[in-house]
């Protein structure tokens, strides 16, 4: 079965860093758009960035603009999120989504999708 799994999250301070990881199973991340999102309780499910099928562009929230970077090893069929600077407004449950069309960040969007794991930032 398809399967997309999240792994690093954790608890961190303002003004640090972690690196997310989505691992794919049953399913070649090249050819599928890759995007994470996250949500915070209360809040509507937020798309944070994705990286494209066709080409590798990238795309960022602009919450997220210059502090998170996205990128793919294909070889290991996994997509990364580094995330510097971290904010408490960061803190949330962050989930990778992958889809056959073109990258948005509507949740609608996406096929598949991994259970998350959680970011709290905090002092």
């Known amino acids: 079965q398809v399967q997309l799994v999240e792994s690093g999250g954790g608890l961190v301070q303002p003004g640090g860093s972690l690196r997310l990881s989505c691992a794919a199973s049953?399913?070649?991340?090249?050819?599928?758009?890759i995007a994470w999102f996250r949500q915070a309780p209360g809040t509507e499910r937020e798309g944070v960035s994705c990286?494209?099928?066709?080409?590798?562009?990238?795309y960022y929230a602009e919450s997220v603009k210059g502090r998170f970077t996205i990128s793919k090893d294909s070889a290991k069929n996994t997509v990364y999120l580094q995330m510097n600077n971290l904010k408490p407004g960061d803190t949330a449950v962050y989930y990778c989504?992958?889809?056959?069309?073109?990258?948005?960040?509507?949740?609608?969007?996406?096929?598949?999708w991994g259970k998350g794991t959680l970011v709290t930032v905090s002092s």
């Open positions: 989504a992958a889809t056959v069309g073109l990258c948005t960040p509507y949740d609608y969007g996406f096929d598949y």
């Open positions: 990286i494209s099928s066709s080409n590798s562009n990238t």
């Open positions: 049953q399913l070649t991340l090249d050819d599928y758009a």
